[in-house]
């Protein structure tokens, strides 16, 4: 099912009244745990002068409260610790329970979410990449697509990926130019990735090192106050760099070493960590067994579906993406039947 007509369905739903109806069978379901996946919120969807990647921004300020205010009215928010603290009693988990989470660590997430989250007096997991936290520099995906969106080159050439883009005056046909780079990249070994995005950078004469105020990691300063404000912060490695795709030494490291930079700067343990890119080809049994051994107790991937809080999953829980071309009523209903009106991605067995 397109997600053309998933949107169409949830607004029917809507309109008919049906929505509470199918919440109310859909719930009949026990110890089902919906984990909300976000990235960026900003005032737009499609900011003027934005030349980054747009698909990262989850959802307006504005959706994003309205979002937040209708998972208090019927659900059950909940922590990470809390979580944790049912598995570790053997209890089961409330109806409707749901945990808000962040990826990457961006500086709206403190500039606007956070806000948005006390008000309501609710609260969000933030996981973070500790080595943009101390450099400030921009991500290096996000930094690909602005350079893409941005170079005066007239052709992309990237025979890594064995293949050449034009590039036209379009913004819109470099957004697409970059989905694809983006696509294509991703399949590679994490060192070979980097290092493209490193010859485009010196080729362009586009240093990453010059920054951008449109993408700005989060300071630790403002993640011990989120903290202290109730939020929740978890590793999301140390560099960005999808985990399987690095040699074993080096995965290992950012697996230890950002749980050992989160405890050392927040002074609180840390149990929950996701995995960067979180597909399938992100993570594997290497992974989840240096994740155990790093002494986490919980792991997020970015597979779509609702999770199943058992010990054989624990460290591949599942979660359902909020994405920008999501109206209120599609996200409700993605949250109510996130089978019917999400989309779905199968997970493998570990």
């Not at 979410?113 to 990449?129: G, K, N, T, W």
């Not at 999808?242 to 700067?265: F, G, I, N, T, W």
């Not at 080809?281 to 792991?299: C, M, P, S």
Request: proline share 6%; net charge negative; with cysteine.
């Amino acid at each position: 099912m397109g997600a053309g007509v998933r949107a169409k369905l949830a607004k029917l739903s809507h309109v008919t009244g049906l929505m509470p109806v199918l919440g109310r069978l859909r719930m009949a379901q026990q110890d089902e745990l919906r984990i909300l996946a976000y990235h960026r919120i900003l005032d737009s969807s499609d900011p003027p002068g934005f030349n980054f990647d747009v698909e990262l921004i989850s959802a307006t300020r504005r959706d994003f409260r309205k979002q937040m205010q209708w998972v208090k009215r019927h659900f059950h928010p909940m922590r990470f610790e809390e979580v944790l603290s049912y598995m570790d009693a053997g209890r089961r988990l409330p109806p409707r329970a749901v945990l808000v989470t962040f990826d990457d660590g961006y500086d709206d997430n403190y500039h606007v979410a956070y806000p948005i989250l006390r008000e309501l007096d609710m609260s969000a997991m933030f996981f973070v990449s500790t080595g943009y936290i101390d450099s400030g520099l921009p991500y290096a995906y996000d930094w690909l697509v602005f350079m893409i969106c941005t170079t005066a080159a007239p052709m992309l050439r990237a025979p890594e990926l064995e293949r050449d883009w034009p590039l036209t005056d379009s913004l819109g046909q470099r957004r697409t130019v970059a989905n694809e780079v983006l696509s294509r990249l991703k399949s590679l070994q994490a060192v070979d990735q980097l290092a493209l995005i490193g010859r485009l950078e010196e080729e362009w004469g586009m240093p990453r090192a010059s920054g951008h105020d449109d993408c700005r990691p989060m300071t630790w300063d403002q993640l011990r106050e989120m903290r202290r404000g109730g939020m929740e912060i978890g590793s999301h490695g140390v560099n960005h760099c999808m985990l399987a795709k690095l040699p074993l030494q080096d995965m290992h490291y950012e697996v230890s070493a950002s749980k050992q930079a989160l405890e050392r700067e927040l002074e609180e343990p840390v149990h929950v960590i996701s995995y960067p890119v979180g597909g399938d080809d992100a993570f594997d049994d290497e992974v989840i067994d240096a994740v155990r051994q790093a002494g986490y107790r919980l792991g997020c991937s970015y597979v779509s579906q609702v999770a199943q809080l058992r010990p054989d999953n624990a460290y591949a829980l599942p979660r359902l993406h909020v994405e920008r071309d999501m109206d209120p009523v599609r996200v409700e209903a993605v949250i109510t039947w996130p089978e019917v009106f999400g989309f779905s991605t199968p997970q493998k067995k570990r």
